[in-house]
């Protein structure tokens, strides 16, 4: 690493430690005390990737020396169907992804595939969003699974793989299936979803990250919109501007 990626690393760790100071900044119940910017937002988004990345790493290493087979593969995009929500930060990341001219295909075909599965899943990230910002869990929770039952590839997704797949959600890099991926989508026969890996080093620092990138949102934001944890395929789109 050199001496400017170390001072990187340390400023974001800072950052992040800052942010998951108070609950509040997370709650909006207390404003972070500065604006934290749209670079800041996304590298910081990039580095919460990259710790999850070691996180899953050591949980398969945990997986295999329990014997358990993780079934996900590359190609697999059985948990695709899933309506992922985000906050800026994670948003940001993969908009400047799509804005680098080496992933000019990847951003033509999220543009194409975003109209069709817009009208397929018509007002539902308005009405999850607006249900998360409500503070509505359990309505949260059911109109999630309604959306995942309708079968709605993500508009990420390109002929069974994730365009974005460096900077994909950290919701995306957590799942998991052990032994199979057929319970993976909605409504199996069997009525059975499929089994995971409690790894509570990687279950904490989920929590902690995403409490981060809620902080981080709410300092990004005029205070209209905070809290306001998107699908993201939308946030996305509204910041590529097309
Ligand atoms: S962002 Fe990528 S991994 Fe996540 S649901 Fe969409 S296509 Fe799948």
Same mark, same amino acid.
Not at 155 to 165: P, Q, S, V
Not at 169 to 174: A, H, T, V
């Given at each position: 690493?050199?001496?400017?990626?170390?001072? /990187?690393?340390?400023?974001?760790?800072?950052?992040?430690?800052?942010?998951?100071?108070?609950? *509040?900044?997370?709650?909006?119940?207390?404003?972070?005390?500065?604006?934290?910017?749209?670079?800041?937002?996304?590298?910081?988004?990039?580095?919460?990737?990259?710790?999850? /990345?070691?996180?899953?790493?050591?949980?398969?290493?945990?997986?295999?020396? *329990?014997?358990?087979?993780?079934a996900c593969?590359?190609?697999c995009n059985a948990c695709c169907e899933v309506m992922?929500? =985000?906050?800026?930060?994670?948003?940001?990341?993969?908009? $400047?992804?799509? /804005?680098?001219?080496?992933?000019?295909?990847?951003?033509?075909?999220?543009?194409?595939?975003?109209?069709?599965? $817009?009208?397929? =899943?018509?007002?539902?990230?308005?009405?999850?969003?607006?249900?998360?910002?409500?503070? /509505?869990?359990v309505?949260?929770d059911a109109l999630h699974l309604l959306q995942f039952r309708r079968r709605v590839?993500?508009?990420?997704?390109?002929?069974?793989?994730?365009?974005?797949?460096? =900077?994909?959600?950290?919701?995306?890099?957590?799942a998991l299936a052990l032994d199979t991926h057929e319970l993976c989508a909605a409504d199996h026969p069997s009525g059975r979803a499929p089994a995971a890996l409690a790894?509570?080093?990687?279950?904490?620092?989920?929590? *902690?990250?995403?409490?981060?990138?809620?902080?981080?949102?709410?300092?990004?934001?005029?205070?209209?919109?905070?809290?306001?944890?998107? *699908? =993201?395929?939308?946030?996305?789109?509204?910041?590529?501007?097309?």
């Open positions: 690493m050199t001496a400017k990626g170390a001072t /990187d690393d340390a400023r974001l760790g800072e950052l992040a430690a800052e942010l998951a100071g108070k609950a *509040s900044y997370a709650t909006g119940a207390r404003p972070f005390p500065r604006p934290v910017g749209d670079e800041e937002c996304s590298a910081l988004a990039a580095a919460l990737a990259a710790q999850v /990345d070691l996180g899953t790493a050591a949980r398969a290493r945990v997986a295999s020396e *329990s014997g358990f087979t993780i593969r590359e190609g992922v929500m =985000v906050y800026r930060p994670e948003a940001l990341a993969i908009a $400047r992804f799509l /804005d680098r001219p080496e992933n000019a295909a990847a951003r033509a075909a999220f543009l194409a595939a975003y109209r069709p599965w $817009r009208v397929a =899943v018509g007002d539902a990230p308005e009405r999850l969003t607006d249900r998360f910002v409500a503070g /509505d869990p309505g949260y590839l993500c508009a990420f997704n390109h002929e069974g793989r994730c365009t974005i797949y460096p =900077v994909r959600p950290l919701g995306c890099r957590n790894f509570v080093p990687l279950d904490r620092f989920m929590q *902690s990250a995403t409490k981060v990138l809620r902080a981080a949102h709410n300092a990004n934001r005029p205070s209209e919109e905070r809290h306001r944890q998107e *699908s =993201v395929c939308v946030a996305v789109h509204r910041i590529t501007g097309d």
